[in-house]
Structure formats: C-alpha cells, structure tokens
DNA sequence: TTTTTAGTTCAATCGCGATTAAACTAAATA
DNA sequence: TATTTAGTTTAATCGCGATTGAACTAAAAA
C-alpha cells in the first residue's frame, strides 16, 4: 500500500470515528481526535501533529485534550515542554458496566411510570412492564457472561 | 393520591422521558411529548391538549409530531378535524436489532482500523481485537436469548 | 538575561438546530 | 355560502455549544 494510499484511508477512518463519537455526544473535534489516536500508526502524537493534522486551532486543540484527558479518554504524557497524547484503553467491563446503569435508569424510570398510573394495567402500563422484564432477563445474562469471562 | 399530587409527578416524569430521549438525539420537545404519551392516564390525546399541557406552540408541536410518526415512535389516529396521538409500542426484538446493528458497524470500523494498521500487533491493533472478540461473544449470548425468547 | 517555544485562557464569533409567530389552507359547521 | 376551527407552513429569531484568534504564561534554550 501507498503512503498517500495509506493517508486519505485513515482521514475516512478518522471521519468515521468522529461521527461516531459525535452521534454519542462528544463535540466533533473531540470525536477526530479519538479518532485519529486510534488510527494512526504512531500510537503517540504531539500536540502539534494532531492540530497540524486535523487542522483545528490551539485554542480548541487544548480544550478538548484536557477533556478528553478528564474523562480518561486519552492519556497525556509530558516530555520537557512536549505533551504526547495517546488513546486510553478502557476497561471492557467498565463499559459493561455504564451500559448496565444505563439500564438501570430505564427500569427506574419505567417504574416510577408505573406507579403513577391509576390504571395498572392500562396498555402503556403493560408494555413498560414487558420492557422491565427484558431488561431483567438480559442482565440475567450479562451476569453469566461475566463469569464466564471472570473464570478464564 | 390527590390530583394536583399525581399531576406535578407527571410533569417530573415527563421531564426525565424527556432529558433521556433528549440525551439520546431526540429534540427537546420530541422527548417531553413521548414522555406525556408514556406517563398520561389518558393514553390518547389530542394535538390541544399536548400543546396547553406541555406549553409548546402549534407549530413546533406540528413539525416534532409529524417526524415522532413517521419515525413509528407515536400513532396518530384522525377523527375527523382531530388527530389524537399515542406512543407506539416498539417490538423489543426489533429494539434489540438496532442495538446489534450498532454493534457491526462497531466491529466493521474496528476492522477497517486494524486492517490499516502498519503494524498488527501494536497496542491499539490488540485493543482493538479484543473489543471485536468481546463483541462476537455478546452476539453469540443474544442469539442464544433470542432462540429461547421465540420458543417460549 | 533575553529570546523562543509550547501550550493556555478567554472574549468574540460562528453555525446551526430548535422554536415561535403569524399567515395560510382545508375541512367541518352554521 | 360564510364562518369557524384544526392543523400546516415557513421566515425570522433565539439560544447555545463549538471553535477561533490573539494575548498571555511559564518554562526551556540561547
């Protein structure tokens, strides 16, 4: 494969991780960044590759690294006035874990629904119930899979 | 309970149908009126009365209706002058279609990346590998679900 | 000590989706 | 037929997060 072959395949694949971040809430310019510490083939940029590269001013460049950085997206180390950036690797079961609360704060939510209707068994009633009990049998599984993977 | 009790949990509840649909890429007032649909007694109501409940002018509430049903996440019912509107009851296995289709083009842009890669055992590359392995694992457990869900 | 460099700070602006207001359409009613 | 009513359309505006630019700080280099 070509060098230039090579650069314009990770732009596209920097523009789909940032979409991708950007549809879960990150801002754009923090999705790119991700983005292209996953794609690049050094693991380890300068902030001056990554403006250069993505084109974005210091100003924003700075902003979201260090939010980036908070939220433990990315780790920074600092070599003399140089910091270097590259993409933190999460925790699989952390993920796991933030999916699970996710939907946890459905299922609250979906109760306190119930609670509040006078009719029980109304037909919105009833199918907020059917999601709890989907809910509830997926995390059944979840439990398994992660003893599974725990006992490896 | 008293009225006055019932109706302000109602609005509370509203509100955090619509601050989760909100977080999730629906417009504002998208996510309150699923949230009135979800939590109202009356699960049929009419465009009047979601527009005086939620204090939202006519023509906002026309355009966010308007794409609520053709999205399938609400059902209008004509009667006469009146369209009264009620929450569509999602399939949850097609709720949990999406949710895999997420998860492919997860895998498909992990892929790509580590296809990318000059070298394939670098950090991300393995990173990356093993968030695909965890992805596969899940997919086999959902299939397994899915199998006992439909034989019940 | 002076100069250069790396990155930070923050006020200003940009861009854009969400929302409104008011004119408008079409159907029901009188 | 004239009037009322229910909802639609769309231009204008609002609000706000994202981004920039330029001044600024602090540390390294000269």
Known sequence: MQDSERL??????IERFGTYFESIGFQP???RIIGLLSVSDREELSFDEIINRLKISK???SVVLRKLVAECRVAVVENGRRHYYKLKQQNLFELLDEF???CDSARHLLNATIDLKTDKESSNAKYFNEIINTIDR???????MRQAVQTI
Request: no cysteine; charged share 20%; hydrophobic share 30%.
């Open 8 to 13: 314009s395949g990770q732009d596209q694949l």
């Open 29 to 31: 310019i923090a999705g």
């Open 59 to 61: 100003g924003s460049a």
């Open 100 to 102: 699970e609360r996710m």
């Open 138 to 144: 997926y995390k059944t599984i979840t439990a398994t």
